[in-house]
């Protein structure tokens, strides 16, 4: 498995070093660290815009430098310093190279407080092509995992990834199903309300017993690999229903997939994983594709 890690020193990007070291990874897992530099334009080459430049490299040199400190002592694990835009840049690394898996800080050293996920990492996540995992919050040991699912494509792919790592049996994992309730229109006759509210009732328990074979699907994959597995199957909106979970789930990550049955196929990033990426407030993985692994 190949690992990019994006770092730019922030206070996120530096707990995401620290996840990534007790995360758990293949033994064959490269990890590279990447920072970038935003050298300013000149056309002047005199020894004080070389020092500059110089000290924008020197900089990006001890970030990559504490990064691959922070990450442990790990065997294969590759430094790079590259220049340019980090949006792109980050992007064009995990596409080259390619990567299996990119870890990035939810905020940068540029990201607004308040908020709880910056440019990049969202740039990051709309656009690569494999697994992001968005690291926000303190960095502590995954023991507790919440899957969201929905029985799609990318749900299906979303649990596969996370059993193709090397997870802890007792890993305590949640597997968490939404039943989206159907709005009862106030301005329905009142000759049908009542046969409306019948058919709406009816309607919920069909997606309920749609939701329970979606879970049962699921809790059959992961019972060979973890031995304390609960499942959930709330009522409400998908995205509100998953960051409400990893709250009180207290999780140590989220996994979901990039796009669920409502995402459109162009789209690398649909709405509900959007969501719970910008509103959850601990680490969460949103994958797309498979590994290589």
Not at 69 to 96: C, F, H, N, Y
């Amino acid at each position: 498995m190949r690992v990019l890690l994006a770092t730019d020193g922030s206070k996120d990007a530096r707990a995401a070093a620290e996840y990534l070291k007790d995360f758990p990874l293949p033994g064959s897992a490269t990890i590279r660290i990447v920072t970038l530099v935003t050298l300013p334009p000149s056309a002047l080459d005199v020894p004080p815009v070389a020092a500059f430049n110089e000290s924008l490299l020197a900089e990006g040199r001890r970030v990559v430098e504490e990064a691959r400190t922070l990450l442990g002592p790990r065997a294969a694990v590759e430094e790079r310093v590259v220049q340019g835009s980090p949006k792109e840049e980050i992007v064009r690394a995990a596409e080259e190279w390619p990567a299996d898996l990119v870890v990035v800080g939810g905020r940068g050293l540029g990201g607004v407080r308040g908020f709880l996920l910056g440019s990049v990492s969202q740039t990051v996540a709309r656009h690569v092509h494999c697994p992001v995992l968005v690291v926000k919050g303190r960095a502590r040991p995954l023991a507790s995992v919440l899957i969201a699912t929905d029985g799609s494509d990318g749900a299906n792919e979303a649990i596969r990834f996370l059993l193709s790592l090397p997870l802890v049996r007792n890993t305590k994992v949640r597997l968490l199903s939404a039943v989206e309730s159907t709005p009862y229109p106030a301005s329905a006759p009142k000759m049908i309300r009542a046969q409306l509210k019948g058919m709406i009732a009816q309607l919920e328990r069909e997606r309920r017993a749609e939701v329970e074979k979606v879970l049962d699907r699921a809790a059959r994959e992961l019972k060979a690999r973890v031995t304390r597995l609960t499942r959930s199957m709330p009522t409400g909106h998908p995205a509100r229903e998953i960051v409400a979970a990893a709250a009180s789930f207290d999780a140590d990550l989220v996994v979901v997939g990039a796009r669920g049955l409502g995402g459109m196929k162009r789209l690398l990033l649909g709405s509900v994983s959007e969501r719970v990426l910008h509103h959850a407030r601990c680490p969460v993985l949103i994958v797309k594709g498979t590994s290589r692994t």
